[in-house]
Structures are given as structure tokens and as C-alpha cells.
């Protein structure tokens, strides 16, 4: 042991008790978290939010965003790996209040893996690129051995700005502000689970892998600094999200399961497969924590935006239960809405 | 079909005669050129550098770049899969002449993989960033199941700042400026290599794995506008990065084969291996295209550095020959350098 190093020699996450990756430390849940807190973030010696970073350059505000896309299948009803990137990516930086300024995509191929499908997955994030109106200006490819990667995986990493008066955090979440999001949970998952299982429904159900640049830049434009936070309810659904904002800003949230919009297909499959909708990945929604004065004005203008038509209040953040998410039931019941350990559904972005 | 559509639906490169992904076609010799500038830039509307872009922010010159780190083993003399990705991505900005701001990484576990490695992986780099100087600010994990990926993929990304009076690219390469190279080649890929072929040699070969922020600042510093392309030689190794810039700025290349610097035991390897050095990955070299004026002092300024000790000029810019890079034997000869088909070494980095 170097005495006196700068870096933490022993890993702070106790390995006697997980000693292998497990698909669950990628889920979103619980050790996920601990994973990043106990390794991640010693290690890197990085704290920060992990979903997007602010960094400041030339008096502008920039955010900084990295993913790293493995769904499976790549390709699902409602999108594939390529659009999915881009979008994710953009909103993540949408999540920070930014606008996108730049794309950046890596591709790891397997060898083996058709070529005409690596063009329908480039092509695939190239038009959502173009669609969102940002361009893809560098990037990387590495091939690996048949049976050392999966098909493809595509990793993003985004640069947005900041516009002025914008100024959203988990940590700026408070008693009396509404919880907004704008339009039907569960989607996503659902769709690439339906696909995975071989599950036939009357209806297609579709991912809801969608942009939100736009719809949050009409969001702020109406209520700009009154806009607290915003999540985009990825892996580990609406209840992680929610979750992570209640413990950070250390208030509690409370949902109303009667307003929460899920389809009833959606509702029918979770049913099935035995999944609970509010823990399942949504990659076209977001999270909007905002003054509840303003609450009337960021409906209308969700609702006016193709993206947010079916937008709800869901709940409110109190005083009560600091970090933590209760649900008051449709029959007047209420329970605790924890974190997963894991999580339901892997390889889901 | 869809006429008129903005984007285009056939893929320009020929499918019949490569119609899965070959390890090839990550080697950074032909067939991955060919994938690059017929797939990928096609699809997703870009056309630019691969290896690093420059966007303008508030007045600032910022350098953008992403790499994926697939190599195995992950761990080699000399350095692993976390402090080479940092030292990468510190690379690329560098050979874009920017000083590192921020990094964002990125890792794909694969199920199984032992999570005290991960802690190994993450610590090497941040421990690579914090000698650097450059926070990681953001980042992503994903879990693949087992049989789908291998331990460990490494994805790093960084934004730099551009100093004011830097104009580095290859397109600047004229004839008349001298080739610069911070020291031995080759030690990189001949590291791995000899991890995976199990060879002894006398003494254990080391990667050169290395940030060159600061020789680079050392360089710019004395020769600022006369340093015309900085070029790091990671795959492909010296033959291609030459090739790119002599068919990019359509000038020929002159290498003097007695001034390259290999060390034997290197040397020694290739033999071993049916290896060629010119095509061999280095991770710590850095590839100065400078005025000729500004030579000497160049070459004292990087030899006052301890990465560049051992630096040399080995070769020029000509009008001769454009478009390609040819060799002055020993003996007086000379032979084109030509780049490879695929490449010598796979998932070298």
C-alpha cells in the first residue's frame, strides 16, 4: 500500500457480499446506486449528477451528457438502438434545461453482425439527428470478437446550452410545487418486453422513444424559472426518478394513481409479466417539478405540443415523508414507492 | 420508398462483397476507411474529422471527441483499459490543440465480470484524469448478460478549449515542414501483443500509454502557428496517420528509415510476429507536421520533457508523390507505405 497516495486504494463498495457484476447493477435500482456512490464516483472522484453534468465556458453554460445504449432486440416496434440513442441523449440534455448544440456517437460492432443493419442503425440516428437539428460531429467504431459483444451498441454523448434564466436540479424540488409529465408511462419497456417475450397483443404496442427538446423549450418559454426539475423517467421508471429527486432535495412526493395516464394494453401486459408500470423505462417522457402557479400555463402548452397531449399532473411534492414517494390509491389507501433492488426488465435502453 | 425523402435510404456501400462486420473493419486500415467514409458519414450526415470536431461557444474554440475502448486484455504492462481511455480521449483533444476541460465516461459491464476489477478499471481512471488535471464530470453504466460483451468496454469522451493563435489540421500540412515524433514507436500495440501470444522477451515490453496535454502545450508554446497537424498514431500506428494527412492536404511524404525510432526488443518482436512498426498502435505518441524554421526549437522543447526525450525528425513534407507516404530505405531504397487492408493487430485499444 503506497502511504499517503491521493487515491483511494480500497474499493468503499463491500465486494464479499456481490463479488460479480450482476445484471441488476445496471438496472436503475438499488445497486445500481450503490454501485456508482460505492464505486463509480470514489473512484472517478466525480460526485456529480450522473445524468448530465453544467459546465461553464466563455460566460456560456454547457451540459455535458454521456449513454451508452445495449438495448435488446436493437430493433423494437416504435424505434431501434440508433434513434433510441439520439433521442435519449437529447433528452438528457433537455433534462438540464439545454438546448442540443452537438452530437458525439461511438458504435461497438460484433463481428459478424450484418453490414446492412449497421447502415439501418446509422441511418436510424442520422435522421433523428437531422430531425432534431443537431448535428452528429465526431465519433468512433470498434469491432470486437463474434461472442464478445452483442450485435451493437451504440454510446452518445451530447453538448447542449444553457439558455439564461434556466436553472433546473434535482435539489430545487419543494413542498407545494406540482409533478407534471406529459403523457402516458411505461411505454417503452413494455414495447421491448412484448417483443422479447413473444407476447402478442390486439394492438402493437410502441415505444415512445421520442425528443423532447422541443416540448421542454415550450415548457420554459411559459414558466422558465419556475420550472424546479426535470427527469426523463429512464431505466427504473417514474418511481426511481421520483425517488432520486425526493432524496436529494430531501422533500417527500406524493402520486395520485387515479390521474397517472398508462394505457390500459400497457396495464394489461404489466399484469402479465407481472411488472409494476411506475418502475418500467419511458424514453419520450419527462418529469416536470414546477411552482404551482404556473401549473394551468405548462398544461396548455404541453397539450398544444404533438409530444405532450396526454400530459397529467401526478402528484405534488409535501412537507411529509421527506425522501420518500407515497401513492395515495384510487380507494384512499397509501403505500411507500421504494427503489427496486435491481430491477424489472435488463437491456431495456 | 419514400420520394423525396431528406435522407439517403440505399446504403453506398456495396453489401455483396462485405456483407457482415469483419475485425477489419475496426483496424483503421482500408475497410474501416471504407466503412466510415461510405456508411457511417453518409448516415449520419457527417463528414468530418473522425477523430475529434471543433465547435465554437460563446467566443470559444472547443475540441470534441469520443473514443470506445475495447482492447484485450484489459489489463497490460504498462497501464489498463481506464487509464488508456483517459489517456485517449487527453490524446485526441490534444491533437485537436486543446487543453482537456472535462470527461464524461462511460463503461458495459458484462455480467460476471468481477466487480473488483470494475473498482481496478474506474480507479487507473481517475486516477489518469486527476494526474491530468481533468475532472469526469458525467457518466453511464450498463450490465450486458454474459456471453455478450467481454469484462469490461471503456467509453470516454472530453471537451477541450482551444488557446487562441492554435490552428492544427491535416488539410495545413505543406510541403517543405518536417515530421516530428515525441519518441519510440510501436511499444503499445507490441505490449499487448505480446501479452496475447504469450512471448518472453528479456525484459517486459511496456505500453507507451501517456497524456500529451502537457508536451503538446510544451510545443505549442515555443512554435504556436507553425505547428501545422498534430496527429496521435493509435491504430494503424505511424504508415496511416501519415497516409491520412498526405491524402487529406494532398502532399506527398517523405520517411527516412534510419531516423525512426523502434527499440530492438520491438523490433525484435515484429520480427517474431511478421509485424511492420509503421503499423503498429502507439498510445503515448504524438505525430508534429511543423514548419521547418521552428524545427530545433521544437526538438528542444520536447526533449526537455520527460515524454519526449527520445523525440526525433523523421521525415518531411514534399510535393513529390501526392497522396502518398514513401520510405528511404537504410540501404537508399525507397518503398511506398501504403495502408493496410484491414489492420495487423485487432482491439488493440
Chains 1, 2 share one sequence.
Not at 435539489?171 to 409533478?179: F, K, L, N, T
Not at 427527469?231 to 417514474?238: A, F, I, L, Q
Request: charged share 20%.
Amino acid at each position: 500500500m503506497e502511504r499517503g497516495s491521493p487515491f483511494q486504494l480500497e474499493c468503499p463498495l463491500p465486494l464479499d457480499e456481490y463479488p460479480h457484476v450482476l445484471l441488476a447493477h445496471g438496472g436503475g435500482g438499488r445497486l445500481m446506486h450503490m454501485l456508482l456512490e460505492r464505486l463509480f464516483f470514489p473512484a472517478l472522484g466525480s460526485s456529480g449528477d450522473h445524468d448530465g453534468a453544467l459546465l461553464e465556458v466563455g460566460g456560456v453554460r454547457l451540459a455535458f451528457t454521456t449513454d451508452a445504449f445495449v438495448v435488446s432486440p436493437w430493433r423494437f416496434p416504435g424505434g431501434d438502438i440508433g434513434s433510441l440513442a439520439v433521442h435519449g441523449t437529447v433528452n438528457d440534455l433537455a433534462a438540464c434545461g439545454a438546448r442540443p448544440l452537438a452530437l458525439a456517437t461511438a458504435f461497438i460492432l460484433e463481428e459478424g453482425f450484418p453490414v446492412e443493419s449497421v447502415w439501418e442503425v446509422a441511418r436510424s440516428a442520422g435522421e433523428a439527428a437531422t430531425r432534431v437539428g443537431v448535428p452528429v460531429v465526431t465519433g468512433d467504431t470498434k469491432v470486437v470478437d463474434r461472442g464478445k459483444g452483442d450485435g451493437i451498441f451504440v454510446i452518445t454523448t451530447g453538448v447542449g446550452v444553457v439558455p439564461e434564466g434556466v436553472d433546473v436540479a434535482p435539489a430545487r424540488a419543494r413542498p407545494g410545487d406540482v409533478i407534471v409529465i406529459n403523457g402516458f408511462i411505461a411505454d417503452h419497456g413494455i414495447a421491448i418486453m412484448s417483443v422479447r417475450e413473444g407476447l402478442a397483443f390486439e394492438t402493437t404496442l410502441q415505444s415512445d422513444s421520442a425528443p423532447l427538446h422541443d416540448l421542454v423549450a415550450a415548457v420554459l418559454e411559459v414558466a422558465r424559472g419556475q420550472v424546479h426539475v426535470m427527469r426523463d423517467p429512464t431505466r427504473g421508471g417514474v418511481a426511481t426518478a421520483l425517488n432520486e429527486i425526493a432524496r436529494v432535495a430531501g422533500v417527500g412526493i406524493e402520486l395520485d394513481e387515479a390521474s397517472l395516464p398508462v394505457r390500459p394494453e400497457v396495464q394489461g401486459a404489466c399484469e402479465l409479466l407481472g411488472l409494476d408500470p411506475l418502475y418500467v423505462a419511458n424514453e419520450g417522457k419527462m418529469l416536470f417539478v414546477i411552482a404551482p402557479d404556473v401549473a394551468e400555463h405548462v398544461l396548455e402548452a404541453m397539450r398544444g405540443h404533438p409530444l405532450g397531449q396526454d400530459a397529467a399532473v401526478i402528484g405534488r411534492v409535501v412537507d411529509e415523508h421527506p425522501g420518500r414517494v407515497v401513492m395515495r390509491s384510487r380507494i384512499g389507501g397509501r403505500r411507500v414507492v421504494d427503489v427496486l433492488s435491481g430491477e424489472q426488465l435488463p437491456r431495456i435502453c
